[in-house]
T-cell receptor, first 113, second 115 residues
Framework: AQSVTQLDSQVPVFEEAPVELRCNYSSSVSVYLFWYVQYPNQGLQLLLKYLSGSTLVKGINGFEAEFNKSQTSFHLRKPSVHISDTAEYFCAVIYTGGFKTIFGAGTRLFVKA | DGGITQSPKYLFRKEGQNVTLSCEQNLNHDAMYWYRQDPGQGLRLIYYSQIVNDFQKGDIAEGYSVSREKKESFPLTVTSAQKNPTAFYLC??????????????FGPGTRLLVL
């Protein structure tokens, strides 16, 4: 079955440290990939997306992600986090031709001073 | 401003009561979706609609109903049959292309609480 796995449910990190949030999907067929951020009591906001082209995708708020087809991964990274990055992050995938967006369970990033 | 609006922000339901959550978009998107989010859990798809006057059940449709009479609007009714309705409800929309679905954009959400 097609699925998305976010390997860490919570990631605590100190301010100004680098962070990587991991995402793997289940199939190597053609995919579109997304990362969303959700602040408390708000909807999801698109951070970045990969549809085709360069495997390194840059998004808003200094985040970037790299599409790795051989490892079926799309990990999200930021070189230096801020307190304001504390939020929940969702990875999502569309298997092209499959029509449906599949969301991961989310990773809660907690940035400490 | 283009976007998706949901109302109300908070909604209280009495036992046995049906309540309707509003979702409106002015992005001219074909497809619209309703998700339920519970604490510590991801998104679960309730219903979706790819075109006006058509909709399909998602993974947890029981106790919910929808309509899609206009492209801009996709209201969700939480019926009395839904025994555990307390959750955060998110509406989303996306463009439909020949290749299928495209990027989903989300509204701000409605929190439903049971009195």
């Amino acid at each position: 079955a097609q699925s998305v796995t976010q390997l860490d449910s919570q990631v605590p990190v100190f301010e100004e440290a680098p962070v990587e949030l991991r995402c793997n999907y289940s199939s190597s067929v053609s995919v579109y990939l997304f990362w969303y951020v959700q602040y408390p009591n708000q909807g999801l906001q698109l951070l970045l997306k990969y549809l085709s082209g360069s495997t390194l995708v840059k998004g808003i708020n200094g985040f970037e992600a790299e599409f790795n087809k051989s490892q079926t991964s799309f990990h999200l990274r930021k070189p230096s986090v801020h307190i304001s990055d504390t939020a929940e992050y969702f990875c999502a995938v569309i298997y092209t031709g499959g029509f449906k967006t599949i969301f991961g369970a989310g990773t809660r990033l907690f940035v400490k001073a | 401003d283009g976007g998706i609006t949901q109302s109300p922000k908070y909604l209280f339901r009495k036992e046995g009561q049906n309540v309707t959550l509003s979702c409106e978009q002015n992005l001219n998107h074909d497809a619209m979706y309703w998700y339920r989010q519970d604490p510590g859990q991801g998104l679960r798809l309730i219903y979706y609609s790819q075109i006006v006057n058509d909709f399909q059940k998602g993974d947890i449709a029981e106790g919910y109903s929808v309509s899609r009479e206009k492209k801009e609007s996709f209201p969700l009714t939480v019926t009395s049959a839904q025994k555990n309705p307390t959750a955060f409800y998110l509406c989303a929309s996306s463009v439909m292309t020949s290749g299928g679905e495209e990027t989903q954009y989300f509204g701000p959400g409605t929190r439903l609480l049971v009195l």
